[in-house]
């Protein structure tokens, strides 16, 4: 059973950073890709940004140039960079990823608020 473990997020003013990470229980060569997404309170869950196995990456376009994700192959882990934070960023964050066999995962979310 793959694992997520993903940490975090918190409460930040608007402007602020924050960074997530999301730790896998195997190994990035198994994986396709990874992402976050992410759902606000009486929204639909949203992608904001996801990485292939060869580092291309995409964005939603409401995060361009403020965002980044990364990827550390050496600890299995996945991060997102998040700067000028602005309030409708709040939303729970969650992980994901597709293994190369197919199989997708998801993580449990972590609370990210932006106070204005």
């Known amino acids: 059973q793959v694992q997520l473990a993903e940490s975090g997020g918190g409460l930040v003013q608007a402007g602020g950073s924050l960074r997530l990470s999301c730790a896998a229980s195997?190994?990035?060569?198994?994986?396709?890709?990874m992402g976050w997404y992410r759902q606000a309170p009486g929204k639909q869950r949203e992608l904001v940004a996801h990485?292939?196995?060869?580092?291309?990456?995409n964005y939603a376009d409401s995060v361009k140039g403020r965002f980044t994700i990364s990827r550390d192959n050496a600890k299995n882990t996945m991060y997102l960079q998040m700067n000028s934070l602005k309030p409708e960023d709040t939303a729970v964050y969650s992980c994901?990823?597709?293994?190369?066999?197919?199989?997708?995962?998801w993580g449990q979310g972590t609370q990210v608020t932006v106070s204005s």
């Open positions: 994901n990823l597709v293994l190369i066999m197919g199989r997708e995962y």
């Open positions: 195997v190994p990035m060569f198994s994986i396709d890709t």
């Open positions: 990485i292939g196995r060869g580092g291309y990456t």
